[in-house]
């Protein structure tokens, strides 16, 4: 059967990861997107404000710095809706000319413009702007992340749990069924395998003459076959049909527990049992098959010898025509009787018929009727 708690520890691990990569990837990803926006946009607002700045210099090179109030007044100038940022304006030498401030929470992004006067680098607009709010709304995106991963992570942990609980429960009914069938299977049946027996059937047990289980389930195979017959379950592991989940089938002769031998045959099948390999077996006690095998080839031999003595007496046997004797096949003659007897099973009786009695009498009476005479 399959390690129950190892595919909760796996199932749980991959739940894991994907809820956990889902959690994070969607606010990281709306973070980044957000951020790639806003970093785009400060840069396009500072460039616009750039060029609006460098034209105010460009038409007085000479006092543009001193022009505080309308470099202010370009400053408060958004092209973007709801701005929030500060925008300042430095000289060459980095002191302030002009600004536009509005409290902003860190943390802050800047970016830098420079103004150009006939090519010539003469300040420095500069625009910040604040993440806070982009922090908000990816802690948003994170709580939603959260929740979407642990609706993942309850999906992916709970129903395959439960529809590998719902297989295992069908598995569990299937295996009680299969092993009461085997339990009350007519034919004797062994679970072999670390050379003992790991199982034995309610058959299995009456076959070996044991009184009960423990007689048989734990006991070295040897136990009830001979080492050198043992060994033959060891091949079991090693027939290339095992290995191909083919049966195996050897004639062995079994010992019982209480010492009577019996003649089997073993047909082995690759099996598992409780997570290691083994070898299903099952038994056939052929003793009394053999048995009237050797009477009927007994009487096979008999009937075959006297088939062999009745041909003896087929054909044509030569015989004298006056005394009735046979001659044989080494040119003797014999009387019929003693022919017969030698070829065949027959045994003679002798008597005499009535035609040859009154003969006989016949015969009788004339012989003393000359010797009165």
Avoid at 24 to 52: K, N, W
Avoid at 324 to 349: L, N, V
């Amino acid at each position: 059967m399959y390690d129950a708690r190892r595919i909760t520890r796996v199932t749980t691990g991959i739940a894991g990861i994907v809820s956990v990569v889902v959690a994070l990837l969607f606010p990281i990803g709306y973070y980044y997107v957000s951020y790639e926006s806003i970093q785009t946009g400060v840069e396009v607002e500072a460039e616009i404000t750039g060029r609006i700045v460098t034209d105010v210099i460009n038409s007085n090179p000479d006092l543009w710095n001193v022009q505080q109030t309308r470099l202010e007044e370009l400053l408060s100038r958004r092209t973007r809706e709801n701005p929030q940022d500060i925008r300042r304006i430095f000289d060459k030498n980095h002191a302030l000319v002009a600004e536009s401030v509005i409290p902003l929470k860190a943390p802050l992004l800047r970016r830098n413009f420079d103004l150009l006067d006939s090519g010539a680098t003469v300040g420095t607009l500069e625009i910040v702007t604040s993440l806070f709010p982009l922090l908000l709304r990816s802690g948003v995106a994170l709580l939603l992340g959260l929740c979407c991963g642990a609706v993942i992570f309850i999906t992916l942990r709970v129903l395959p749990m439960k529809a590998v609980a719902k297989a295992e429960k069908k598995l569990t009914e299937s295996e009680a069924r299969y092993r009461g069938l085997v339990d009350k299977a007519p034919n004797a049946i062994l679970v072999y395998g670390k050379e003992r027996v790991l199982y034995a059937n309610q058959a299995a047990v009456q076959l070996l003459g044991a009184e009960n289980f423990g007689q048989v389930v734990g006991q070295e195979i040897t136990t009830f076959f001979r080492s050198d017959e043992g060994n033959l379950f060891q091949e079991f592991f090693k027939a290339p049909e095992i290995k191909e989940e083919r049966d195996v089938q050897r004639e062995l002769n079994l010992t019982r527990v209480d010492g009577a031998h019996l003649d089997i045959v073993a047909v082995g099948i690759r099996s598992d049992y409780l997570d290691n390999p083994a070898v299903q077996v099952i038994l056939h006690d052929v003793t009394e098959r053999k048995r009237l095998q050797e009477e009927l080839s007994g009487k096979v031999v008999q009937l075959e010898a006297a088939l062999i003595k009745v041909r003896l007496l087929e054909g044509i046997i030569p015989i004298c025509m006056y005394c009735k004797k046979i001659r044989d096949d080494k040119q003797g003659w014999s009387q019929i009787e003693r022919y017969i007897t030698e070829h065949s099973d027959a045994q003679f009786s002798h008597g005499i018929c009535p035609e040859c009695f009154e003969k006989t009498m016949e015969e009788m009476k004339d012989m003393e009727t000359r010797k009165s005479g």
